[in-house]
T-cell receptor
Framework: DAKTTQPPSMDCAEGRAANLPCNHS???????VYWYRQIHSQGPQYIIH???NNETNEMASLIITEDRKSSTLILPHATLRDTAVYYC?????????????FGQGTTLQVKP | DAGVIQSPRHEVTEMGQEVTLRCKPI?????LFWYRQTMMRGLELLIY????????DSGMPEDRFSAKMPNASFSTLKIQPSEPRDSAVYFC???????????????FGQGTRLTVV
């Protein structure tokens, strides 16, 4: 699985958009980009995933560059409850979807 | 659905004792994963099962660790004998095939916080 690089921490004002970057320059053609987050003392939670097109769901948007070497997770209106560690993971989309290689992630602090 | 259920939520045991962690995956899911989380090493995949069969146990740290999945609705992770360095939060996750796209996401339990003294 390709390796990802994320900034260790970021701050965001409540109500503003949070843009979390991720580099995955060694991604292969059939690997997907997944985002999970972990709120303190809870298990990781799936947010969104994509292959090459931008994706949006009720939680977030995922923007993947054309060369697929980087992506950005966007939380459009961050709330205090979005304070968490956000993990960007590259993985094959198969029966082993839960086989995830977690890095250190980005700790997002949403401030009032 | 109640989600992935793990028990116990907290476990404190003495070094040398046997510890058994339990997991009930989401009904209908065909893959189950055990992870361990520590401050030093972050989240690590220990082992995963597909259709109750262990597929990859390369993440299991040593022979003291063993995992079983006797049926589709239950799995255990056992540590015997336990050591202080096994202290961590252990997560179980499950995922299931969802139509032509295959599996889409993994659902994690709330974890078991293990302390070995």
């Amino acid at each position: 699985d390709a390796k990802t690089t994320q900034p260790p921490s970021m701050d965001c004002a409540e109500g503003r958009a949070a843009n979390l970057p991720c580099n995955h320059s060694t991604i292969s053609g059939n690997e997907y980009v997944y985002w999970y987050r972990q709120i303190h003392s809870q298990g990781p939670q799936y947010i969104i995933h994509g292959l090459k097109n931008n994706e949006t769901n009720e939680m977030a948007s995922l923007i993947i560059t054309e060369d697929r070497k980087s992506s950005t997770l966007i939380l459009p209106h961050a709330t205090l409850r979005d304070t968490a560690v956000y993990y960007c993971i590259v993985s094959f989309h198969s029966s082993n979807t839960g086989k995830l290689i977690f890095g250190q992630g980005t700790t997002l602090q949403v401030k009032p | 659905d109640a989600g992935v259920i793990q028990s116990p939520r907290h476990e404190v045991t003495e070094m040398g004792q046997e510890v058994t962690l339990r997991c009930k995956p989401i009904s209908g899911h065909n893959s189950l994963f055990w992870y361990r989380q520590t401050m030093m090493r972050g989240l690590e995949l220990l082992i995963y099962f597909n259709n109750n069969v262990p597929i990859d146990d390369s993440g299991m740290p040593e022979d003291r660790f063993s995992a079983k999945m006797p049926n589709a609705s239950f799995s255990t992770l056992k540590i015997q004998p336990s050591e202080p360095r096994d202290s961590a939060v252990y997560f179980c996750a499950s995922s299931g095939r969802t139509g032509k796209e295959g599996n889409t996401e993994a659902f994690f339990g709330q974890g078991t916080r293990l302390t070995v003294v």
